[in-house]
């Protein structure tokens, strides 16, 4: 018998970084997705520490003067979700922050204030309450801030997922910006639902980078309820009908009065910013109670239920096209 035989097997197999299965497999493969609390940022309490940043800290300071929204169960990260974060960013009047580009894929949902402007490779976005703005990966961005209240916008990134591959690049701007197809094109040359131009090859996302709140009312209003007397909105790329971008799925949420949702589950995980209302989210066991401008997460396969007390409408940001490109989407809705 060698010497190495008499070495236990566990640290012989340590000793070239090789793990046995037999003992970890169950661990390995969960019956159900591993799920997380729901988390609740309420705007009673981010009201206040949104304005001491404003005062607090300049611009000078900050490349953006941003509030993480960070999960306990993700320790050493400002994760918000297994793959998405969230923000809330400040703007105040006169300021603006510098252009730079990243691998992330971004948007911006905008919570309060008006006047300010996000430039997107050279695409000036009005930033009204509730637009949203995209800035896809890879693409230049900057805001700047022309009007004369203060700015508070949610920054919803797929940080965490760029940051599990290991693939993050940053770049600071000015810089060259690449042929974008139809993104090149002006926002009302895409305003209308089945007319495009013929134009150049389609983006991987979205070539409509602002999606005002105006439409957006204006199609919840016209849209028939689904069964449970609610209304979900898909905000879309208009040249493919599918996700805004290929990491970040976004839907808008109406809920009337008295109106409760099916329940449902999914293997997608969400944070929702409550543009408008006040109800109240069972997830399981766990319930919380939200009123506008209130971010909280949508949990990983727990039973989901929204009730509006007052008229609600919900942004919400899911990981739900990502999963369905690579098959792991699965959902389940009670009748």
């Excluded at 999960?71 to 297994?82: A, E, K, L, M, W």
């Excluded at 793959?83 to 252009?99: D, F, M, N, Y």
């Excluded at 309820?225 to 208009?238: A, C, F, H, Q, T």
Aim: glycine share 6%; proline share 8%.
């Amino acid at each position: 018998m060698t010497q190495e035989h008499h070495i236990p097997l566990l640290d012989a197999l340590a000793a070239v970084h090789v793990q046995p299965l037999w003992d970890r497999y169950m661990r390995l493969n969960t019956r159900e997705p591993h799920e997380h609390a729901a988390l609740h940022w309420p705007w009673s309490t981010m009201s206040e520490l949104v304005d001491r940043a404003s005062r607090e800290v300049s611009m000078h300071e900050a490349e953006r003067r941003a509030l993480l929204l960070t999960h306990p169960d993700f320790p050493g990260t400002v994760f918000t979700t297994p793959t998405l974060s969230g923000a809330l960013q400040i703007l105040l009047p006169g300021e603006s922050a510098p252009p730079h580009r990243h691998t992330l894929a971004a948007l911006r949902l905008v919570m309060s204030g008006s006047g300010a402007v996000t430039v997107v490779d050279g695409k000036r976005c009005l930033m009204e309450p509730g637009d949203l703005v995209l800035t896809p990966a890879m693409s230049w961005h900057e805001h700047v801030h022309e009007g004369g209240t203060p700015m508070v916008w949610f920054d919803g990134l797929d940080y965490p997922l760029a940051r599990q591959l290991q693939d993050v690049f940053f770049e600071h701007g000015p810089g060259p910006i690449p042929p974008r197809g139809l993104a090149e094109l002006s926002d009302g040359a895409m305003a209308e639902g089945g007319l495009l131009p013929d134009a150049p090859a389609a983006t991987r996302y979205s070539p409509l980078y602002r999606y005002a709140w105006s439409r957006v009312h204006q199609a919840l209003e016209a849209m028939t309820p689904s069964k449970d007397g609610s209304k979900l909105l898909r905000y879309v790329n208009p040249v493919d009908g599918g996700a805004v971008m290929p990491t970040i799925d976004c839907h808008a949420h109406r809920i009337d009065a008295g109106l409760s949702t099916a329940p449902k589950r999914t293997t997608a995980t969400a944070i929702a910013v409550v543009i408008e209302g006040e109800g109240e989210t069972r997830f399981g066991e766990q319930r919380i109670s939200w009123q506008q401008h209130d971010v909280f997460t949508l949990p990983r396969w727990a039973w989901t239920e929204h009730k509006a007390i007052q008229k609600s409408t919900l942004f919400v940001m899911s990981d739900r096209e990502l999963l369905r490109r690579i098959d792991h989407l699965r959902e389940e809705q009670l009748s």
